[in-house]
């Protein structure tokens, strides 16, 4: 069974805020990565790591930001928050070498 | 230009009877294939999955099954349950080097299983 968490999952939030949306993992995976996914469409990836200290920009070009100090957190965050950025947000994480990826429960973004 | 295509948004089948959620690509390096199950306000869910060396892939009701010829591929459930009913997405990766990146999402079928 799949441990992965994302915090929070909701959030409604004004123009113009600072944003952080956390994602931890108990497994030990080396490989995480952001998808976003607006409804009804595919998910698309934003970011990924392949370790600490390592972090990769995916296909779909993001105004977000994402660190990976931990093995087990990878974060993403957002400066300055635009109605633009309303979607869900999901963190997912697989073993280096496997094509499986683990997904969280996902953080639902509301910008007014 | 979309690589992985699900061209049925929804899909209605009679509780018992087989379900087939189709997927086609356009990128011939793709070489591994997943399908993930979503319920509303959850994270997808991985199913089952298979490699480009391989046709088939069964693991209990469902079984995958992959025509590279044609680049298409198909999940079928059989027989298909009420705890079925959910949204689900094809996926697929190519090798890198350091194993998989990211993944490649169609937009997903929503299946709904009919009592």
């Known amino acids: 069974e799949a441990d992965i968490y994302q915090t929070p999952r909701y959030l409604v939030i004004g123009t113009g805020k600072k944003i952080t949306l956390e994602c931890s993992q108990t497994m030990g995976h080396d490989k995480m990565y952001w998808y976003q996914q607006d409804p009804g469409m595919e998910l698309h990836l934003i970011h990924y790591s392949y370790g600490v200290n390592s972090t990769e920009k995916g296909d779909l070009s993001s105004e977000s930001t994402v660190s990976r100090i931990r093995t087990e957190h990878f974060p993403l965050t957002l400066e300055s928050a635009r109605p633009s950025h309303t979607s869900q947000y999901l963190c997912?994480?697989?073993?280096?070498?496997?094509?499986?990826?683990?997904f969280g429960p996902g953080t639902r973004l509301l910008v007014l | 230009d979309q690589q992985v295509k699900q061209n049925s948004p929804s899909l209605s089948v009679q509780e018992g009877r087989i379900s087939i959620l189709n997927c086609d690509y356009t990128n011939s390096m793709f070489d591994y294939f997943l399908w993930y199950k979503k319920y509303p306000a959850e994270g997808p869910t991985f199913l089952i999955s298979i490699s480009s060396i391989k046709d088939k892939n069964e693991d209990g009701r469902f079984t995958v099954f992959l025509n590279k010829s044609a680049k298409h591929l198909s999940l079928h459930i059989v027989p298909s349950q009420p705890g079925d009913s959910a949204v689900y997405f094809c996926?697929?990766?190519?090798?890198?080097?350091?194993?998989?990146?990211?993944?490649?999402f169609g937009k997903g079928t929503h299946l709904i299983i009919q009592p």
């Open positions: 997912a994480s697989s073993e280096t070498g496997a094509w499986t990826q683990y």
């Open positions: 996926a697929a990766s190519f090798y890198s080097g350091g194993g998989a990146d990211g993944l490649t």
